[in-house]
């Protein structure tokens, strides 16, 4: 027997209102001056060049990235991507927008997961903790594939969910968009769009007895949907490049996730601080919106509960073991972390649970140290990664919410407590980005030097990168560039057909270099020394950018 997940069946408002609303105040926090900074490097500058390249070639199976065969991810962000160039043309607005528009929808999709299942008002909540974590606004705003993989990832689990309710007048069509959104997520970012909801389904199937989903979930027309979604890309790119099976199943998912291959290990625990800081202030209450869970998991909501406390813990389990890890990729757990918390600080504000004193205690003592030491900081250290300014807006956000947490913790109430931790974790998300992107922009773009080259260059010039290559530095340029040394993440595509003229070893860049040929080349400063030991044209500074160079022989 099914049991009833919604904590009421009836549901007093229309929705539409709250998503108008939402859409309005957390697509500010995403959009506001989304096209300010240039391009980072090598996320962003690599996931706008691949699309650049496809609108320029006309092929949008093959992805190409400096003009070689890239097959590290599937097509769909580079496919939205493309449209937002058709769309606003070659900016950094446009190939920010498809990230920024997936977060918001990821926001606007936990507030419909969190209102069915649990009411109005802790939708709302679970909409407000995800759209003011402050590292889900940071991620939002880059250009890279992950927040496209967390929104499908989560529509395909929360339409799973939604769908597995009691009574769900909509049951076919969850069932039928779950499939969709698996299919999606898959041509997001690869099989892990299979195993991670496959793995939450399968445990919660085993803990909950409910084997009665496996014939409600309409496998054999959902199966083909799926496929009918999924599979043309596959076959297509499989029969242009028979390469592609080996070097995406194997290398791209086996051994990335087994080895070290990628030169990204971190520690198993490395997700843990990365999970607890980017949700400050929200984070410190997930102990409590677990506890009690497994005895109450036959309940309506502890069912859901115990559902969502799988999906942020098997995508969380899964990547803690990888042995390739980085920052972005913990982000399918925050959707499942915001509704928790939404729900239990939602019976918190009505009075079915008791106020919580601990994590807000420590709340307030973690946001007040942080604040003060982030206000402090700035004219502390001699080399401060943040400006006074910066300093001064995140260290006021996380002290003015310590201090709301102490009234909180004093007058135990619950509304002063979320309404300044929302308002000044909203204010973070807006002020902050802008001011933590920008120092790193000035260490990682190369857009000067991209543009420059675009005006220097003829159609004759070589233009190359000596030791150093960077995806932005294409993009810029928008034209080829020959890589001379390290080929890095380029080193498969650049042995598939003959691309020895683009890729040349220190020996064959001299020749190139003294051949009278114009030639621009981006170069360390450092590394210098070793072109001039090796070519005898001495070279002309025509940009800089910290410590490297643009430089020509002519």
């Known amino acids: 027997m099914k049991t009833d997940f919604t904590a009421s069946s009836r549901q007093e408002q229309s929705p539409f209102k709250d998503l108008i609303i939402l859409a309005v105040v957390f697509g500010f926090a995403f959009f506001q001056r989304l096209g300010r900074l240039p391009l980072l490097d090598p996320d962003e500058g690599r996931y706008a060049e691949i699309p650049r390249e496809m609108i320029e070639r006309g092929d949008f199976i093959t992805p190409f990235l400096n003009y070689v065969k890239y097959f590290e991810k599937p097509p769909l962000h580079y496919w939205l991507d493309v449209i937002s160039f058709k769309i606003f043309g070659f900016s950094e607005f446009a190939a920010r927008a498809p990230g920024a528009l997936m977060g918001l929808c990821g926001v606007l999709f936990t507030y419909h997961v969190g209102r069915t299942l649990f009411g109005r008002r802790a939708g709302l909540l679970a909409a407000t903790i995800l759209g003011t ?18 929104f499908w990832m989560s529509a395909t689990l929360g339409c799973f969910l939604l769908a597995a309710r009691e ?5 076919g069509l969850y069932y039928y968009l779950f499939y969709v959104a698996a299919a999606l997520t898959v041509l997001a970012k690869g099989l892990i769009g299979l195993v991670l909801p496959g793995g939450v389904i399968v445990l919660f199937i085993l803990l909950t007895g409910r084997w009665s989903l496996l014939r409600e979930m309409r496998l054999p027309t959902g199966t083909l949907l799926f496929l009918l979604v999924a599979a043309p890309w596959f076959i297509l790119v499989s029969l242009h490049n028979p390469e592609f099976p080996r070097f995406f199943f194997i ?16 520690p198993p625990w490395f997700f843990i601080p990365v999970l607890a800081g980017f949700m400050l202030p929200w984070s410190f209450y997930l102990p409590s919106a677990v506890r009690g869970m497994w005895q109450e998991r036959h309940t309506p909501t502890g069912e859901a509960r115990l559902y969502l406390l799988l999906w942020g813990a098997v995508i969380f389990t899964f990547f803690s073991l990888s042995s390739s890890k ?11 972390v915001a509704l928790l918390v939404g729900e239990f600080l939602s019976r918190v504000a009505d009075r079915r649970a008791t106020f919580p004193t601990l994590p807000t205690a420590i709340a307030a003592t973690v946001l007040t140290i942080g604040g003060a030491g982030g206000i402090l900081f700035p004219h502390l250290a001699r080399n401060p990664k943040l400006s006074v300014l910066a300093g001064a807006v995140i260290g006021s956000c996380l002290l003015a919410q310590g201090i709301a947490a102490f009234v909180g913790l004093r007058r135990k109430k619950a509304a002063v407590l979320l309404a300044s931790f929302g308002l000044f974790s909203y204010l973070l998300g807006i002020a902050g980005p802008p001011f933590i992107l920008a120092r790193t922009a000035e260490r990682k773009s190369f857009r000067e030097l991209g543009q420059l080259v675009k005006e220097k260059a003829g159609p004759d010039t070589a233009v190359a990168s000596f030791q150093l290559y960077q995806q932005g530095f294409s993009y810029y340029a928008g034209r080829r560039i020959i890589i001379v040394g390290e080929r890095g993440e380029l080193d498969f595509g650049s042995r598939q057909g003959n691309q020895s003229q683009w890729f040349l070893d220190e020996q064959g860049f001299a020749r190139l270099w003294d051949s009278g040929r114009p030639v621009i080349t981006l170069i360390k400063e450092d590394a210098l020394p070793a072109l001039e030991k090796l070519a005898t044209t001495p070279p002309r500074e025509l940009g800089r950018k910290g410590k490297v160079l643009l430089i020509a022989n002519h």
């Open 167 to 171: 009574g769900e007048r909509h049951a």
């Open 133 to 150: 974590s402050l590292g889900f606004v940071v991620i939002g705003r880059y250009n890279v594939i992950d927040m496209t993989l967390t």
């Open 251 to 266: 290398h791209e998912h086996f051994e990335r996730f087994l080895t070290k291959v990628h030169g990204r290990y971190e």
């Open 326 to 336: 980085l920052i972005p990729y913990i982000l399918p757990v925050f959707p499942a």
